[in-house]
């Protein structure tokens, strides 16, 4: 399995990847609303189904999850 089919369904696998790569990515595999997220940024911590979540520093995602 190559990277980019390892993030296909899994909200989680997206660390280490450049934003840019991460949200196309996403788009290709269905996510319905990606949201990039900068340090410090302030979120509303509602889930929605089907959103992507991108905690990225220095254009670089450090963590991912649904919601």
Same mark, same amino acid.
Do not use: F, K
């Given at each position: 399995?190559? =990277? &980019?089919?390892? *993030?296909? /369904?899994?909200? %989680? =696998?997206?660390a280490g990847l450049r934003i +840019?790569?991460?949200? %196309?990515?996403?788009? #290709?595999?269905g996510w319905a609303s990606v #949201? *990039?997220? %900068?340090? =410090?940024?302030?979120?509303?911590? +509602?889930? #929605?189904? /089907?959103?992507?979540?991108?905690a990225v520093r220095a254009g *670089? *995602?450090?963590? &991912?999850? %649904? =919601?």
């Amino acid at each position: 399995m190559t =990277g &980019s089919d390892a *993030v296909a /369904g899994d909200a %989680e =696998g997206y660390a280490g990847l450049r934003i +840019e790569r991460a949200q %196309e990515l996403a788009r #290709r595999h269905g996510w319905a609303s990606v #949201r *990039v997220l %900068e340090p =410090g940024a302030m979120i509303t911590m +509602e889930h #929605r189904e /089907g959103r992507l979540n991108l905690a990225v520093r220095a254009g *670089v *995602v450090e963590r &991912s999850w %649904e =919601g």
